[in-house]
């Protein structure tokens, strides 16, 4: 056995903190290891090419590469011992800069830390097995979670490259957060306008399959072969009937009902389209409000319903679909206003959130257009919008900023004044965020054409007087504290994960950070893909994001999963876990640990029960190497053998 | 199960400007059966003199209070003035928090003190512990024409890291302790709203200044009482409420009582017992305008019936078409 080790200085990143060549001349010493040697970047072509003649020259056959965390380059490594003709699994790496040299300063110890952990790499590396890929067919269709705008858009670039995607969307229509905006910035583009046709390309494509009202139940398979479990949820409508005349929505008696396209300015009927561009324009019953579940009769809608399409006893149905890939695209929610109690949020009706304040501007909007303030339908004639409502704010758990309140305020503002001229806006920021195209000319617009009364400071309380809401806080500029009495008042609100986030990352296996965003591979060279193979995403669903940044994800993910179709075979990872038949009793308790159901029971010819992998389903994990009695199952490339040899390594050190 | 026993620490308000809110406290608390003894030998909680200069010295001025209590064998102390309650929490938090600074504080007593005494402000454990179910059985008497606008004051809630009591913003518990005893509380933005504090001395204009919009918020909110917690807004809007009127040119006249006071009246207590002869500005009136809750319970069945009436009349007008 011949092991050659290859240590990297990483600029001064390992080399700063820690003495590579006195750990290459340690390393030499072990017996096995033919040549250790250090580079400056090993990672570089002239790097990997020193690897390539060094396994010709010394003849090695096993190597270590020591440098970073094996998420950043050991299939770079792999690939480079590949073309040098060894087995791509007789390499390990040896992670002596995110574990060693960053995070400690004493290069003595850090030295002795990295001669540690090269010794256990070198040990495992003389254990190491030659694993071979298998190749398996893959599903050429997409499915895409969520039909907002970064996924109706990743969905239609799919579709237009010839694969057949399936959309799921939770709300009744597709749509998302923009198709409740009125305008968008900083063109003032009406946001409908530009949205609706996307939702009609989508409603009409012959490659995309809609399942509005309908949730993630469960995602089986892996890369290549998912198989989703789809809830339509009961919307109490036959929509293959339903025409969406709104003859039932016009004669419903529950005038009541929470509107959550409007986010609750105002009311709506327990049976409602949701907005007249809705996709599918289809009707849905509210049961918390409709009186045929409330109080057990009245069936007005079924009667006046002119296709018979009301069914009462409708249930919720499960439907499954088979694809190769996943794009999530799930969206975001926004801070409730009852969390801002110092603002009023949720106690006075004249304070509302940005969201809400779009719905009063827009036509299609419950005041159809006109901003009336929801306390005594008045025309406000002064308006203070306060930015970061929440955002950027620990006490309330969200220190992150929301990204487009600075932008969404400033159009408020200017679309305030073009409702209503004799209106006076005011604006608490704390900063003026607008990095965009065209956004900071958009906000002195705001400022210096319109009008718009930016006040740089905290807003500390919001109480009425009469009827007027004072506004009252510090203007950091002129060192004082002011307050305006306001008619109206548009809380920026923060922007949140979606509050079932977690649920669905877990059904997917990626992961997500502390606020509930999805985590991408790598923030800045892979900012859609995650790190499950075959998961992708879109949109404010990893991070509060604008619209053009939506669509601009969306299209990137179509484009990976398309990049990821291109091929007919993909090649499995072949560090998964295997049974010796000899040893399994057939108890059959990794069956039922397996987390992805990747072990099936299996007879052998003569009768006797044992457990069998499904290799391509094997995700690697390791769960039933630690579950199984009598050690049967090994977890390919991380045997006992293989970390026992490890553990040795550094025991004797 | 033996009966709660609290450590009650009066503080020096409660000794002098304040000795109404310690009357109608010790009534109240008597008459809810709620057992308290006094520590022997009390002293300066460490309260805003002290922790402006040196926070070792006054968490050890606090602590020297709870280590009485301690060697007592209680494990809670209330008080009634929201400053106390505060040095107390604060002193309570940081020795439990830092060691560092507990043995700091130690090294200045002379009995070291474990952190096994948790203070409450007599509104939390009337509020918390009592209950408002306890409080509205006992009421025997209303007063149908208050409106009572309840002031928190400033720290009795906050920092909520350590007041850990009641909303930092919105806090409700004094408001439906007035409520469960039948009196009418109005919506009051200004619950939490500084009151000057103890710049009274060095800036009595601004005092003035803030004072004044504290009352004239509850004015503006409809009430014609404010009900306090803590003595020195007491002081503040009652003491002062003449000085604010000559100086801000204001026309105020609206009892500031405390809500133990308040608590007292709705049980049937005397004003006298309740020391309400203390106050400034007189709220005899309230007094004078009790009734018996029987009285007041016939009183609403009277009213309602001539609702009731005046609908019946209604309907036979307009005819029967009424329901939908």
Redesign the interface.
């Known amino acids: 056995m011949r092991v050659g080790v290859f240590i990297c200085h990483c600029g001064n990143n390992i080399a700063g903190t820690v003495d590579v060549k006195a750990v290459a001349d340690e390393i030499r010493k072990i017996p096995g290891v033919a040549h250790a040697t250090t580079y400056m970047y090993t990672c570089s072509e002239p790097g990997q090419d020193e690897i390539k003649q060094a396994i010709k020259q010394y003849n090695l056959n096993r190597i270590v590469v020591a440098a970073c965390s094996p998420r950043m380059h050991e299939l770079t490594f792999r690939r480079t011992i590949e073309k040098a003709g060894l087995n791509k699994y007789y390499f390990e790496m040896a992670n002596i800069r995110e574990h060693i040299s960053w995070v400690g300063e004493n290069k003595e110890a850090n030295t002795k830390k990295a001669i540690d952990v090269i010794t256990m790499a070198v040990a495992k590396v003389m254990q190491d097995k030659p694993l071979f890929s298998s190749s398996f067919k893959i599903n050429k269709r997409v499915l895409v979670i969520g039909g907002g705008v970064a996924g109706m858009q990743a969905a239609l670039d799919c579709g237009d490259g010839g694969l057949e995607v399936v959309l799921v969307e939770k709300s009744p229509s597709v749509g998302g957060m923009m198709s409740r905006l009125d305008k968008t910035f900083p063109t003032i583009d009406c946001s409908i306008c530009i949205l609706g046709p996307k939702m009609v390309d989508v409603a009409q494509h012959d490659k995309i399959k809609l399942y509005a009202y309908s949730e993630i139940e469960d995602i089986k398979g892996y890369v290549g072969n998912y198989q989703i479990k789809i809830r339509k949820k009961a919307t109490y409508v036959d929509w293959t009937k339903c025409t969406g005349c709104g003859a039932c929505m016009e004669k419903c008696?529950s005038r009541n009902a929470y509107d959550y396209f409007n986010f609750g300015v105002a009311p709506t009927k327990a049976i409602n389209i949701p907005f007249p561009q809705a996709i599918p324009k289809k009707a849905k019953i509210d049961p918390n409000y409709c009186r045929q579940f409330t109080k057990g009769k009245c069936g007005v809608c079924a009667k006046i319903c002119p296709t018979k399409a009301i069914n009462y006893e409708m249930q919720d149905e499960i439907v499954t679909e088979e694809v190769g890939a996943i794009i999530v695209a799930s969206g975001y929610s926004l801070l409730d206003l009852e969390r801002l109690?110092?603002y009023?949020g949720g106690?006075y009706p004249d304070v509302i959130s940005g969201i809400q304040y779009e719905r009063l501007l827009n036509a299609s909007g419950p005041t159809a257009g006109h901003i009336l303030r929801p306390s005594d339908n008045t025309e406000p004639k002064t308006v203070v919008f306060v930015a970061c409502a929440g955002s950027r704010d620990k006490s309330i758990g969200v220190p992150y900023c929301s990204n487009f309140c600075c932008m969404y305020i400033a159009k408020q503002a200017i679309l305030t004044k073009d409702h209503i001229p004799d209106s006076q806006s005011y604006v608490f920021y704390m900063d003026i965020r607008s990095p965009g195209k065209g956004y900071d000319e958009f906000t002195r617009r705001a400022q210096e054409d319109y009008g718009v009364k930016y006040i740089r400071g905290r807003v500390s309380r919001i109480?009425?007087?009469?009827k007027k809401m004072v506004v009252r806080g510090a203007d950091t500029l002129l060192g004082t504290q002011v307050e305006v009495e306001a008619d109206l008042v548009v809380l920026g609100t923060a922007v949140l994960s979606n509050p079932d986030a977690a649920r669905l990352a877990e059904k997917l296996h990626i992961s997500y950070d502390t606020f509930g965003f999805y985590v991408e591979s790598h923030p800045k060279l892979r900012p859609v893909e995650t790190n499950t193979s075959g998961v992708f995403l879109a949109g404010a669903c990893q991070g509060p994001k604008d619209i053009p940044a939506s669509v601009g994800q969306g299209s990137a993910a179509a484009s990976k999963v398309l990049a990821l179709f291109s091929k007919d075979m993909l090649e499995s990872d072949p560090a998964v876990a295997k049974v010796n038949i000899n040893k399994c009793v057939g108890c059959l308790k990794c069956v039922r640990t397996c987390p992805f159901q990747a072990i099936k029971e299996n007879q052998l010819r003569d009768g006797r029960i044992v457990a069998d992998v499904i290799e391509t389903v094997c995700a690697g994990c390791g769960v039933c190497t630690s579950t199984c009695p009598c050690g049967a199952i090994q977890l390919q490339h991380f045997t006992d053998n293989q970390i026992l040899a490890e553990v040795n390594a550094l025991c004797q050190g | 199960m033996a009966k709660k026993r609290y450590a009650y620490y009066q503080g020096c308000s409660l000794e002098g400007t304040a000795v109404e809110y310690d009357k109608s406290m010790r009534v109240v608390f008597d008459a809810l059966g709620i057992d308290y003894v006094e520590p022997e030998d009390w002293s300066c909680c460490g309260s805003t003199p002290a922790h402006t200069v040196d926070h070792v010295f006054a968490a050890a001025l606090a602590a020297r209070n709870l280590s009485i209590i301690e060697n007592m064998g209680l494990d809670v102390v209330t008080t009634n003035c929201p400053s106390c309650l505060m040095a107390f929490k604060k002193a309570q938090y940081s020795m439990e928090n830092d060691e560092t600074f507990k043995e700091k504080v130690n090294e200045l007593l002379d009995e070291k003190y474990n952190c096994g005494v948790y203070a409450k402000s007599s509104l939390q454990i009337l509020y918390e512990d009592v209950g408002l179910e306890a409080i509205s059985n006992r009421v025997t008497h209303i007063i149908p024409d208050m409106k009572a606008a309840p002031y928190y004051g400033c720290i009795m809630n906050r920092p909520p890291k350590i007041a850990q009591f009641d909303d930092p913003e919105n806090p409700i518990s004094m408001d439906r302790i007035i409520s469960a005893l039948g009196i009418e509380v109005c919506d009051f933005a200004f619950k939490l709203e500084c009151c000057g504090a103890a710049f009274g001395v060095p800036k009595r204009k601004m005092v003035n200044e803030l004072s004044k919009k504290v009352i004239a918020m509850a004015e503006d909110a409809g009430a014609n009482c404010i009900v306090v917690a803590c003595p020195l807004c007491q002081q503040n809007l009652d003491l002062r409420q003449e000085q604010i009127n000559q100086t801000t040119g204001s026309n105020f006249n609206i009892p500031v009582i405390y809500f133990t006071q308040l608590m007292g009246l709705a049980f049937g207590y005397t004003p006298k017992e309740l020391g309400l002869d203390k106050l400034i500005v007189s709220a005899d009136h309230f007094a004078r305008s009790r009734i018996t809750k029987q009285e007041y319970l016939e009183r609403e069945k009277a009213k309602e019936q001539e609702k009731k009436a005046k609908k019946e009349v209604k309907k036979q007008e307009t005819g029967e078409e009424e329901n939908p």
């Open positions: 008696p109690p110092e009023g106690r109480y009425p007087k009469g």
